[in-house]
């Protein structure tokens, strides 16, 4: 299982941008798909997360009302629509799948917001 991010790029604060995340390989198994990102110096956190069954998604409170995941698994795409974007939300932004107990990671997609 491979994952190809892209979208992302420098935007001013109160901006918008959108995340793609490119998924090849079976995903057969497929627990949940989701964005984490890494400011530097600091842990990768978790954005959000959309289950694989039912689509039911979790958002860390940071993002929420702002972010939007959604995914089209036909496709094997995952989306990160962000609004209303901060400084604070500049950071490399990573897609990533869990399948059965594994996870894989995209390359990750640096995301910088102007103040």
């Known amino acids: 299982v491979q994952l190809v991010e892209s979208g992302g790029g420098l935007v001013q604060a109160g901006g918008s941008l959108t995340l793609s995340c490119d998924v090849s390989?079976?995903?057969?198994?497929?627990?949940?798909m989701g964005w984490y990102r890494q400011a530097p110096g600091k842990q990768r956190d978790l954005v959000a997360t959309?289950?694989?069954?039912?689509?039911?998604?979790n958002y860390a409170d940071s993002v929420k009302g702002r972010f939007a995941i959604s995914a089209d698994k036909a496709k094997k795409m995952v989306y990160l629509q962000m609004n209303s974007l901060k400084p604070e939300d500049t950071a490399v932004y990573y897609c990533?799948?869990?399948?059965?107990?594994?996870?894989?990671w995209g390359q990750g997609t640096l995301v910088t917001v102007s103040s």
């Open positions: 390989g079976s995903i057969f198994g497929l627990i949940s």
């Open positions: 959309i289950a694989g069954g039912d689509s039911t998604t």
């Open positions: 990533s799948v869990r399948i059965f107990t594994r996870d894989f």
